[in-house]
């Protein structure tokens, strides 16, 4: 990973499908904090996620997903490989903010993506999905510190780019 983490965006599922589908808001803000020296990264689930959306997802979103899968060296988005143990705390701190019914059963994916960023260092995680989103930003920290872990915050690409324009 790159050196600082203050230079680190771990991006969701949401963001890789709309760079697929060519939204210029998704584009724009991956060339802009590229271009600042930012490190884009794809965690272990959020590529799961995409590769599963690769094969079963109705089109056009399978179409999508595949070419985001097949795009990510090119966009210059890293994965972020875990350890097990890294995988399992990840998986832990889910369980956590499904418990303090943060984020929706259903949505446990997020919650590990959450905690596979935190366990990378990455303080952003660049997503469009409004229950990551919606989340109480001092529940969740609550949350980060209980597990003791490093706090990330949601935050979606286009109030990012506003903010460095």
Not at 32 to 61: C, D, H, W
């Amino acid at each position: 990973m790159a050196a600082s983490p203050k230079k680190q965006l771990a991006l969701d599922v949401n963001v890789l499908l709309d760079l697929a589908e060519g939204w210029d808001f998704a584009q724009d803000f991956r060339e802009e904090f590229l271009r600042r020296g930012y490190g884009l990264f794809v965690t272990p689930t959020a590529a799961g996620e995409l590769n599963i959306l690769s094969l079963y997802a109705a089109k056009p979103t399978r179409s999508f997903a595949l070419q985001a899968l097949q795009e990510l060296r090119r966009w210059e988005i890293q994965p972020c490989p875990l350890s097990d143990l890294n995988l399992a705390i990840a998986e832990r701190f889910s369980r956590r903010l499904v418990e303090r019914r943060l984020i929706p059963e259903e949505e446990w994916n997020d919650g590990r993506i959450l905690g596979e960023t935190s366990v990378s260092g990455v303080p952003l995680l660049v997503t469009s999905d409004k229950h990551l989103l919606d989340i109480d930003d001092d529940a969740l920290l609550l949350v980060f510190n209980e597990a003791d872990l490093p706090p990330v915050r949601p935050a979606h690409p286009k109030r990012l780019l506003r903010a460095v324009r």
